[in-house]
């Protein structure tokens, strides 16, 4: 449901609707704003601009599989792009109480297309996702009559067009949007609109049911799910709004004063990553704001099908290169007034100081549950802290200098991390030089360091120091998160990201220890940067096997010709069985095609039954959403010399035939 509260001049006749139910009815306000601007610009030269202003998304045709995490939880990574085609459609109607009263015009929104979800970055609270639409159709109907001019929907199309950014929890309940500044309003709502009707929302691997909390445009709600009969079906219900978006923030629902009753079904079916494959949804919304205001609903229908999963190299840094073009709200919020663009962190926040937390963390609970989740509630709250107040990120050395239990300091470093502000950089850093710390709790911020958003030239410093200490943890710590501080300067300041590759490579060069040149591998891998591949292929002739199974994972992420070709040659002609296993881990990262006749010559000619067995693991893992794999396991079920394998092969390919799960 969406909420969009008008601060234009409307029609004199619908000025009667008031502010409460403008929240919970917000595209028809959205409508009347959008449509009785003073000014009206040329809708050419701004849908041109629309369709340009932000780069479009890259359209991979090599599919991904459904890969399923080690831990049940849903699959956030980096660079994975999920295509749809969607089909929703939206009506508000309205009916006056009063005998003499004038009621708003109905109205319809449809809306048809590609919606394209592509993730940017995930830490461990948030992820960060690029989201597109491609519209085929858009359509506004006014009492049954089309309300779009040719010149309206050319710029509406437009407007609807632009890629935009959405801030999840891990979870996967949506709290903020980063838009473009001085997108069209109407086409805002609409887009968010979907991105709230297609949270899917659970806390760690789905049970049997469990209810969260959500928010949509109108404000806060329960929400029960509900696992149904067949294998990843769940339905999904609001329960109740219990907060309703206002120009201050959510505030509690006076029920009182404003009654909202909600109907809704949606019917999820996930894939083995727990990300939507099919979405079938319909709500029904109803709002009498009493005193003689017209009773106002809203009914939504939406279908979402998977078209495909594919990579997308222009995700990772998508949001930071473009944030300063961007306008972020809370996705709870009245879409048309002017945001206040830390209204979330500040109700996140909810008033409390860092000596609260600091309190809160030095009292967790005992239950090893209700003290994960207090954990993860003083690292979001932190890092609103930081963000509003970027000085007070200077008190955590001090406290950690004091000293403070790991599992208490964890969540300050996270939120360091996280905010990624001038201020937090330096405290890692100073965290980092601070002999008196802890070793466990200085190589979590070693790690924390590695993994902020904007790496500052402090940080860096930071990094390579620790990354020469007499500790071996905090040693090969830093050296792994100099390789990510690489991939994440990239986008902002290539020249640096650069000297790091250079730095990591020379070290490779110059090192004669087995386990150090491993090490540096994987830095190098997680560069994510071309120029890293030339050492990486010096470490696939090391005579070490560790070396080159470390070579083998590192090629997994980066985006050249020449990998596929350089696995293949691994697979088929290295001499350990577990660099051989590598590359069916490499693989699991990157397109199948290419690889897929590599893959088949190990699997009926390798040696080794544990590669073998590997192999039909993550054939099966694709076995339906690749249907060349099917052949490949049909022949393993038949011909393979181990009996276990035979059966694992089979096992899959009777799951197809029954459309369940192995």
Do not use: C
Not at 27 to 47: I, K, M, Q
Not at 563 to 587: I, M, N, T, Y
């Amino acid at each position: 449901m969406l909420a969009i509260g008008a601060m234009r001049p409307v029609p004199k006749r619908h000025q009667a609707l008031s502010l409460a139910a403008l929240l919970v009815l917000g595209l028809s306000a959205a409508w009347w704003w959008s449509r009785t601007e003073a000014a009206t610009p040329n809708p050419a030269s701004e849908a041109s601009r629309a369709t340009a202003t932000l780069p479009s998304p890259l359209s991979q045709t090599e599919p991904e599989p459904a890969r399923a995490s080690v831990d049940g939880k849903r699959a956030w990574v980096p660079g994975s792009e999920y295509r749809y085609s969607l089909d929703v459609m939206q009506q508000v109607a309205f009916k006056q109480t009063q005998p003499q009263g004038d009621a708003p015009p109905s109205m319809r929104f449809h809306l048809k297309g590609e919606w394209r979800v592509g993730i940017v970055s995930a830490n461990d609270t948030r992820v960060d996702a690029r989201v597109s639409l491609l519209p085929e159709n858009v359509s506004v109907d006014v009492e049954g009559h089309d309300a779009l001019s040719p010149d309206q929907r050319q710029l509406l199309m437009g407007s609807l067009s632009l890629p935009f950014f959405v801030t999840l929890e891990r979870t996967g309940a949506a709290r903020l949007v980063h838009m473009e500044t001085g997108t069209d309003v109407l086409a805002q709502g609409l887009l968010r609109s979907v991105v709230a009707a297609t949270q899917f929302v659970v806390q760690g691997a789905p049970g049997a049911g469990w209810q969260s909390e959500e928010h949509d445009a109108t404000g806060q709600y329960n929400a029960a799910y509900r696992r149904a009969e067949a294998p990843l079906h769940f339905s999904k219900s609001k329960l109740a709004y219990t907060h309703v978006a206002t120009a201050q923030g959510l505030q509690p629902l006076a029920k009182d004063k404003l009654r909202i009753e909600v109907r809704t079904d949606s019917q999820f079916q996930l894939g083995a990553d727990l990300w939507t494959e099919a979405l079938v949804a319909s709500e029904q919304l109803e709002v009498d704001a009493g005193d003689g205001m017209p009773r106002a609903s809203h009914d939504l229908r939406l279908r979402l099908r998977l078209l495909g999963r594919s990579r997308d190299t222009s995700l990772p840094g998508a949001l930071t290169a473009l944030r300063d073009r961007l306008t972020t709200v809370p996705l709870a919020s009245i879409q048309g007034q002017a945001q206040d663009p830390q209204a979330h962190h500040r109700q996140i926040l909810g008033g409390r100081r860092f000596e609260d937390m600091l309190e809160d963390l030095r009292a967790l609970p005992k239950d090893e549950q209700a003290r994960d989740d207090a954990r993860t509630l003083a690292m979001e709250r932190l890092r609103a802290l930081f963000v509003l107040e970027p000085a007070e990120a200077l008190k955590v050395p001090g406290v950690l200098h004091e000293g403070l239990e790991p599992l208490a300091a964890s969540p300050m470093l996270g939120a360091l991390s996280a905010a990624s502000t001038t201020e937090s950089i330096q405290a890692l850093s100073r965290i980092l030089e601070d002999g008196d710390v802890s070793v466990p709790v200085r190589t979590d911020a070693v790690a924390a360091l590695g993994m902020a958003e904007a790496p500052t030239p402090e940080g860096v410093e930071a990094l390579r120091a620790r990354a020469r200490d007499t500790q071996a943890e905090l040693r090969d710590t830093a050296t792994l998160a100099l390789g990510n501080a690489a991939m994440r300067m990239g986008a902002q300041d290539a020249r640096g990201s650069e000297t790091l590759v250079q730095e990591l490579g020379a070290r490779f060069r110059s090192s004669n220890s087995v386990e150090e040149k491993a090490l540096l591998m994987r830095a190098l891998g997680n560069t994510r940067d071309a120029r890293a591949l030339g050492y990486i292929e010096e470490g696939l002739r090391e005579a070490a096997p560790q070396v080159r199974q470390a070579a083998v994972e590192a090629l997994r992420l980066l985006v050249d010709p020449a990998v596929d070709s350089l696995l293949a040659q691994r697979l088929l002609g290295d001499p350990s069985p577990e660099v051989r296993k590598a590359v069916v881990f490499a693989a699991s990262f990157r397109p199948l095609g290419p690889l897929l006749p590599a893959l088949e010559q190990a699997l009926r000619g390798d040696p080794s039954d544990g590669l073998r067995a590997e192999l039909v693991q993550f054939l099966g893992s694709r076995v339906t959403t690749t249907l060349e794999v099917r052949p490949l396991l049909a022949w393993a079920s038949q011909n393979d010399s181990n009996a276990s394998i035979r059966q694992a092969a089979l096992g899959f390919l009777e799951a197809v035939s029954a459309n369940t799960g192995p």
